[in-house]
């Protein structure tokens, strides 16, 4: 076996390694000094670590719910002001100077079945005879 990387040493010293595995890092440990001063200096630096662990909480450090009512506000009070400046950019920076609106021209013919052509025709026939 090589001489097992720090994750495999890790693992061993924290239980977590499969059986197979850790037995076999257990008989190259017997077995290689170097890698047993490697794991000796990990257990001395995880026994240092533990020491400055900090404190589990306990619930009198009750830290606030997500669905506390304050909770609710702040959420409606940073949507409402999101909404706001948002407006007033578009209100601000957007205002440009005002369209120019043009009136279409249109040629405005009667279409054939009108009241208008039937008159038309009507005349045009009274002219012929």
């Known amino acids: 076996m090589n001489h097992p990387n720090e994750d495999s040493l890790l693992k061993l010293r924290l239980e977590i390694a499969e059986t197979e595995e850790a037995r076999e890092l257990q008989e190259h440990l017997a077995a290689c000094l170097e890698c047993r001063?490697?794991?000796?200096?990990?257990?001395n630096d995880l026994g240092t670590l533990e020491k400055f662990s900090l404190p589990p909480l306990h619930?009198?450090?009750?830290q606030p719910s997500v669905n506390h009512p304050a909770?609710?506000?702040?959420w409606r009070a940073a949507a409402i002001l999101l909404v706001a400046l948002s407006v007033?950019?578009?209100?601000?920076f957007n205002y440009g100077q005002p369209v120019k609106v043009e009136p279409m021209r249109v040629?405005?013919?009667p279409p054939p079945d009108s009241l208008q052509a039937r008159l038309s025709c009507i005349a045009i026939e009274l002219k012929v005879w």
């Open 37 to 43: 001063q490697r794991y000796g200096a990990l257990e």
């Open 59 to 62: 619930e009198h450090y009750d």
């Open 71 to 74: 909770v609710n506000y702040l």
């Open 88 to 92: 007033g950019y578009v209100a601000l």
């Open 107 to 109: 040629a405005l013919t």
